[in-house]
């Protein structure tokens, strides 16, 4: 079984570190941690993740404008993580292509849930 890799993008450290070592757990390969859009964007061709999970609300961005711009440099499947999970939130991720989206706050099983059937709903 290949070993997927996975790149992290939430502005606060806390939930950064939390979701790594979920997904490090989970026998998941966390190659980068970005706390903005500009440093994903940057690394994203570099790290080539399968999977992106992604912070609605950025310092310099709304996670939610990243994803066609993820898209157009690769193909991850991204997860949108918020903790302002309105209908009109999800939709508009949804809609523009993200798989999946976790309510924060989460617990492991939940993230690994929502990780699972995103990947699932992906291939």
């Given at each position: 079984?290949?070993?997927?890799?996975?790149?992290?993008?939430?502005?606060?450290?806390?939930?950064?570190?939390?979701?790594?070592?979920?997904?490090?757990?989970?026998?998941?390969?966390?190659?980068?941690?970005?706390?903005?859009?500009?440093?994903?964007?940057?690394?994203?061709?570099?790290?080539?993740?399968?999977?992106?999970?992604?912070?609605?609300?950025?310092?310099?961005t709304d996670g939610i404008s990243l994803i066609d711009m993820i898209h157009s440099i690769s193909d991850p499947?991204?997860?949108?993580?918020?903790?302002?999970?309105?209908?009109?939130?999800?939709?508009?991720?949804?809609?523009?292509?993200?798989?999946?989206?976790?309510?924060?706050?989460?617990?492991?099983?939940?993230?690994?849930?929502?990780?699972?059937?995103?990947?699932?709903?992906?291939?």
């Amino acid at each position: 079984m290949q070993v997927i890799k996975v790149l992290v993008v939430d502005d606060d450290p806390i939930i950064r570190s939390l979701v790594t070592g979920i997904l490090r757990n989970a026998n998941y390969d966390v190659v980068g941690e970005c706390s903005n859009g500009e440093t994903l964007l940057r690394q994203l061709p570099e790290l080539k993740p399968r999977l992106v999970l992604l912070d609605i609300n950025l310092p310099d961005t709304d996670g939610i404008s990243l994803i066609d711009m993820i898209h157009s440099i690769s193909d991850p499947v991204v997860v949108m993580m918020s903790g302002e999970a309105t209908l009109d939130r999800v939709r508009g991720a949804l809609s523009k292509g993200a798989k999946g989206f976790v309510v924060k706050p989460f617990n492991a099983a939940r993230l690994l849930a929502a990780v699972t059937t995103a990947l699932k709903d992906a291939a």
